[in-house]
Antibody, heavy 119, light 107 residues
């Protein structure tokens, strides 16, 4: 079965850049959309954006200017970069497979990785 | 952005109870509404997609329905493993948005 695993630093300072990778196992990354979602403490989930296996992207306008997503089909993983971090970016970050084929949902998620932004 | 208002934010119930969780969309989203279950430290799990389609492998005690812009997740008879947090998500338009979540606790 498909499994996703997020990896990256857990503690960053304000103004730094967050880099996370989501490794996909059990299936090819090709042919699918892949998404990032985050959940700040005590808050609801926030969709960050998606990257298609071709490299095309769609970002949440609230983060658009700070976000970059990329994909490496040879390594079967995709990545998130978020720059100019502030404390408001402290959250659990999840990666998920986003099905977009007549029906639209996220069918497989990673367990999430906690990112804390603090000086 | 489409706002998803989920209620209640928390709920206490007993094994065997029937429970209902509601999400209301701020505008028409047709049936592009999904329900997820999340337990502490685990990955969220898709339960229902497109308002009422039960994901393969999810027990039939879970069901979803739609009435206009109001969506309901019903668990017909709570089992011990159902105590978790549930949240909705709309996929009608970007940016995708989520409800605030409902924490289902044991009474």
């Amino acid at each position: 079965q498909v499994q996703l695993q997020e990896s990256g630093p857990g503690l960053l300072k304000p103004s730094e850049t967050l880099s996370l990778t989501c490794s996909v196992s059990g299936d090819s990354i090709s042919g699918y959309y892949w998404s990032w979602v985050r959940q700040p403490p005590g808050c609801q989930m926030e969709w960050i954006g998606y990257v298609y296996y071709t490299g095309s992207t769609n970002y949440n306008p609230s983060l658009n200017s700070r976000v970059t997503m990329s994909i490496d089909t040879s390594k079967n993983h995709f990545s998130l970069r978020l720059n100019s971090l502030t404390a408001a970016d402290t959250a659990i970050y999840y990666c998920a497979r986003y099905i977009r084929s007549g029906q639209y949902y996220m069918d497989v998620w990673g367990k999430g990785t906690t990112v804390t932004v603090s000086s | 952005d489409i706002q998803m208002t989920q209620s209640p934010s928390s709920l206490s119930a007993s094994v065997g109870d029937r429970v209902t969780i509601t999400c209301r969309a701020s505008q028409n989203i047709d049936s592009y509404l999904n329900w997820y279950q999340q337990k502490p430290g685990e990955a969220p799990k898709l339960l229902i997609h497109t308002a009422s389609s039960l994901r393969v492998g999810v027990p039939p005690r879970f069901s979803g329905s739609r009435s206009g812009t109001e969506f309901t997740l019903t668990i017909s008879s709570l089992q011990p493993e159902d105590f978790a947090t549930y949240f909705c998500q709309q996929t009608k338009s970007f940016p995708l948005t989520f409800g605030q979540g409902t924490r289902l606790e044991i009474k």
